[in-house]
């Protein structure tokens, strides 16, 4: 017994080592992963401040250049403004005294009503040309106040493109000691123009900063822009972060399938081992009766012994083929010797043969082989083991009387093959997984139910190689059902 349990401690404790192994693993990949995309995070966002401050910069370049722009315009129209002030009033003072020289010679001059009343319509007159002279030039300097704030969009649009902001902007002038708003470009935005946008005097070195009006710019999408800009970027980190993150997953889900492969591995071996004790030690047992000097021997003993053993070797042989058509599956190297086929007869044979266990068990199979069109392309022998697997699982996973039907119909270029129970049935969650190699529904007991969970991975893999499907249909103490659908030979 001592010998017995030493295995299943080793093994037990193996597989919580490697349990532990496996969860640590899976935190220190999930604190590595986590650090590098804390990481990724991080140098985004320093790209996008670094951004910002370039977008900063550049307006304020920009907008400092069109300042500076302005200002010496202002500078050389005040300067050409009052040259021509000067200009005109030396022409005015001329004038002014050339007028007054007359006048003053003229009023010398005897003069009676009617002269006296000529003379202060002619000073009337000269007095209206000197204010329209002085009026005019004002109405030219107002013409050109009022084409000022469309010529410096244009500057600062054309500014902006030469630094590569080509976003939308909203411009405004605002005049603090008038405290209104003297231009702005469309009209939207106003408190974010007054309150969150650049700001920048005008005419700085000309007027006092508490009186100069101020250049105000606002952008509504910077930050749409500056994404923008980094969109590159974030596409190449996102896509990154998500093949971190994929290859994160496939390797932990690589890791568990390992794991499972390799518990389901063990109990295959402990399984295997259980399934050829039995035999093996009723051979040996036989022999050894038969050995054995003080049992009388004769005809009926010695049939009944031999009988044992070939019963027992055959069984061995069909374990060993199994495992060896499971090997072979798993290579790829499963050679099918196709040839034209009744499925039907391949059917009956498969039922009569496993007619005897179900018998032994009080049951029946029953077949309803109802499809007109039978003929299918296929290897015999697959096709028969195909059958006789679904049969022998419908019988060995029964408890009560095992009542199995084998139904046939045909369905559009196919047929199809249904073998249905009325055994302890299959839960939704392991459905998924009855056709994995290895794999044995739990039942509470290793042994329970001899086998090596080969038989529906093989049945599986001989149906794909015919070019066909299977599925199944269960519930828990209600039997299971398994359809197959293989293709016809075309007519």
């Known amino acids: 017994m001592l010998s017995c349990c030493k295995p299943r401690k080793s093994i037990a404790y193996l597989c919580s080592v490697n349990k532990k192994l496996i969860v640590g693993i899976v935190i220190v990949m999930s604190v590595a992963l986590i650090g590098m995309m804390a990481i990724q995070i991080y140098l985004i966002g320093d790209a996008v401040k670094v951004k910002e401050a370039t977008f900063v910069r550049d307006v304020n370049q920009a907008l400092n ?113 008038r405290n209104a708003m003297l231009f702005q470009k469309s009209g939207k935005y106003p408190q974010q123009l007054l309150n969150q946008s650049f700001a920048f005097d ?83 047992l036989a022999c050894e009766a038969l050995k054995d000097n003080d049992i009388q021997k004769s005809e009926v003993l010695y049939s009944t012994y031999i009988n044992m053993i070939d019963e027992e070797n055959k069984r061995l042989g069909v374990m060993a ?19 034209k086929i009744i499925l039907h007869d391949i059917v009956r044979e498969a039922v009569a043969s496993k007619l005897l266990q179900a018998k ?22 697959h096709l028969t083991n195909m059958v006789l697997n679904l049969i022998d699982n419908a019988l ?32 939704k969650s392991n459905q998924k997984r009855i056709f994995e190699k290895l794999y044995r529904v739990p039942t509470g007991n290793v042994h329970n139910v001899k086998g090596f969970g080969l038989g529906l991975s093989y049945v599986k893999a001989v149906v794909e190689k015919h070019g066909g499907m ?20 075309e007519a």
């Open 65 to 177: 250049h069109v300042v500076m722009v302005l200002e010496k315009e202002e500078m050389q129209r005040q300067f050409e403004h009052h040259m021509n002030v000067m200009n005109r009033r030396a022409s005015l003072i001329s004038v002014y005294d050339s007028i007054n020289l007359t006048f003053q010679k003229e009023l010398q001059q005897p003069m009676n009503e009617e002269e006296y009343s000529a003379f202060l319509r002619r000073s009337t007159l000269a007095q209206e040309m000197l204010q329209e002279m002085i009026f005019g030039y004002n109405d030219e300097k107002s013409t050109a106040k009022e084409m000022e704030p469309v010529r410096i969009d244009s500057m600062v649009k054309a500014e902006f493109k030469r630094y590569g902001i080509d976003t939308h902007y909203e411009l405004g002038i605002f005049s603090p000691t």
């Open 202 to 284: 005008m005419y700085p070195t000309i007027a006092p900063a508490r009186f100069a009006d101020k250049l105000l710019v606002y952008f509504p999408f910077e930050k749409r822009f500056l994404v923008r800009q980094l969109s590159e970027l974030l596409l190449i980190s996102g896509i990154l972060i998500l093949i971190i993150i994929l290859s994160f997953v496939a390797t932990i889900y690589t890791i568990i399938r390992q794991k499972k492969l390799s518990e389901m591995k063990s109990d295959f071996v402990n399984n295997m081992t259980h399934e050829f004790k039995t035999p093996i030690s009723t051979i040996g």
């Open 321 to 339: 083929e199994q495992i060896l058509q499971s090997a072979v599956l798993e290579k790829g190297e499963i050679v099918l010797k196709k040839d």
């Open 360 to 381: 032994s068990k009080n049951g029946h199979i029953f077949t309803e082989l109802k499809a007109d069109d039978n003929m299918v392309l296929g290897d015999k022998v």
């Open 396 to 427: 060995k996973y029964t408890e009560d009387v095992p009542q199995v039907v084998v139904k046939s119909r045909n369905i559009p270029n196919a047929i199809e093959l249904v073998v249905q129970d009325n055994g302890i049935g299959i839960n």
């Open 470 to 489: 299977i599925g199944v249909n269960s519930e828990l103490k209600k039997g299971s059902t398994f359809y197959i659908r293989l293709p016809l030979i």
